[in-house]
């Protein structure tokens, strides 16, 4: 990514698709070039906490709501220590912020941060276009950085794609550190970071947890150093098929019993570790509605979601792996893809979406409850054995 000063309304700028459409806007954040793998968000609010949620870092953002930054930028919700999408698309920038939280503009953050962004594109068009092609690698360019079509097109092919990246090492801590339990200390939780969001600790706090947030290169031995009551798999970037480690160590707290609970990327590391496959989604679940039947109870929720692969596990019927019996435990509603899986012998589940969605929607946030639910059984059965 090259980039420089903030855009103005008029300067101009392109997006190019590698497959060849092409649209033309203004620029808005910083000026320059970007690539990445073009996704859509459906949210029509938290642009904020998808903005620095690391899980979309290399992704190159498309709002589909078409007003973006009307309460401006604030300190307090951001998910991580930065804006880690690769670029942002938005129809109709707000020219004003108006919230009594906002400090400034989105515009100025995109800029400062060096991200990006193109306005005034049709971005209704775009999300079809995406949907129907799948999701695929794009390039914005604005000011200086603009060279002519063919060029564009080629830098764009050139780019990397996102089946086969391994990009948790990335976003993730390189030191541990403590979240501390909000009021008295129950349990104590390994959270192992492949791309965690700050929230995510934060409900476990609420729950008495004190959460140690481990380095995606966390072994074994580092996990239960921590002597944890549970173990914790976060969210994240990248194709879960190059996940080795994280499944190598998720299979060490499956041979050991240990309570277990992983979110989104951390589901699709369990599928992996319990023998079963991932794959790429055409165009992925991104946003703040998506409808989930929790099978184990009928309940339907309406979730947030932010993956572009999953787990490839029988809807069907019981699975046999080397951990006992498996089975998918959540669904999307709109395609039948395995939103959550669980172990019938032992006491592992994980989601594919995000419980913790501090924009909202909260209906699954009972999933914290549940793994705390885990690890207070675990406990008494430690103390009666």
Sequence with gaps: MTTSTRGVDRTPAVLVLEDGRTFRGRAYGAVGATFGEAVFSTGMTGYQETLTDPSYHRQVVVMTAPHVG????NDEDMESRKIWVAGYVVR????VPSNWRSTR??????AAQGVVGISGIDTRA????LRERGAMRVGIFSGHALPDEGTMLAEVRQAPEMS???LSAEVATTEAYVVPAIGEKKYTVAAVDLGIKGMTPHRMAERGIEVHVLPATATVEDVYAVNPDGVFFSNGPGDPATADHPVSVMRGVLERGTPLFGICFGNQILGRALGFGTFKLKYGHRGINQP???RTTGKVEVTAHNHGFAVDAPLDRVSDTPYGR???SHVCLNDNVVEGL???DRPAFSVQYHPEAAAGPHDAAYLFDRFTSLMSTASMEGQRA
């Design 126 to 129: 775009l999300t079809r276009h």
């Design 92 to 95: 109709d920038p707000a020219r």
């Design 105 to 110: 503009s989105l515009d100025e953050e995109l």
């Design 342 to 344: 669980q172990l019938l």
């Design 292 to 294: 989930v039947q929790d």
């Design 164 to 166: 086969g990246a391994d």
């Design 70 to 73: 009307n309460t401006g930028v």
């Design 326 to 328: 498996a089975e998918v």
